[in-house]
């Protein structure tokens, strides 16, 4: 089926510097997701983004964070600067349309950050 | 907020035994039902979903029933496999605004063979 690929697989950064993850969606799709999942916990939501916006964000998404995809390349996730509790997996999802309830997210295998 | 809940966090079973996970969920609104599954080193993948009272949702041997009388969405399986072993998620999305997906905590399956 549709891939999204996530870049890197894992990634250590030591605290207070800047880390980009970086996803490719699937190449038709129209909006992006990101979310955040601590080792053994369950997947949180942090934001969606169509049309250049931001749609919407949870509290997980602080101000350190930023999403971007310029010219249609990859939908990036910036943190700058991280903290430790920043340490998690990190998935990217993307759908067709935007209505998660009829549209399937497909989901990357995620990049797990670690923030020393 | 909306939310799901799930009753059991690890499930262990042998081949060929009767699997039941329990979701429960709270909305405000009419929301489409999922369950997730993720394997090790990968991101969820859809099972399947529902979308109205009393519909099936159904792949792999795997079902479960909207029911909106009591809010559940319990997932079934007559007979599993050591393949099945992995994380189950159940999740929602409420069809307001941008339609996020609200998980659930998950549960471990672990299939014995």
């Known amino acids: 089926g549709p891939k999204v690929l996530q870049i890197p697989s894992h990634q250590i950064i030591d605290m207070g510097q800047m880390v980009t993850l970086n996803c490719d969606p699937v190449?038709?799709?129209?909006?992006f997701y990101w979310y955040k999942q601590i080792l053994g916990q369950q997947m949180e939501f942090l934001v969606n983004?169509?049309?250049?916006?931001?749609?919407?964000k949870s509290k997980l998404f602080k101000d350190q964070f930023s999403v971007e995809r310029p010219d249609g390349s990859y939908f990036t996730l910036k943190i700058q600067p991280t903290a430790l509790e920043d340490s998690a997996v990190y998935f990217c999802?993307?759908?067709?349309?935007?209505?998660?309830?009829?549209?399937?997210?497909?989901f990357g295998s995620g990049t797990r950050l670690t923030v020393l | 907020g909306d939310s799901v809940t799930q009753t059991e966090g690890q499930v262990a079973l042998s081949e060929e035994d009767f699997l039941t996970i329990h979701c429960n969920y709270s909305?405000?609104?009419?929301?489409?039902l999922f369950w997730y599954v993720q394997y090790p080193g990968e991101g969820p993948q859809l099972l399947f979903r529902?979308?109205?009272?009393?519909e099936k949702g159904s792949s792999r041997g795997f079902e479960a029933t909207y029911d909106k009388g009591t809010t559940s969405f319990h997932l079934r399986k007559a007979s599993v496999q050591e393949s099945d072993s992995a994380v189950y998620y159940c999740?929602?999305?409420?069809?307001?605004?941008?339609?996020?997906?609200?998980f659930g905590a998950g549960t471990k399956l672990t299939i014995k063979p």
């Open positions: 999802a993307s759908s067709l349309d935007g209505g998660a309830g009829a549209e399937t997210l497909y």
């Open positions: 190449s038709n799709h129209l909006y």
């Open positions: 983004f169509y049309n250049g916006k931001v749609m919407e």
């Open positions: 909305a405000s609104g009419y929301p489409t």
């Open positions: 529902a979308s109205r009272d009393k």
């Open positions: 999740a929602l999305s409420d069809h307001y605004g941008n339609e996020k997906i609200t």
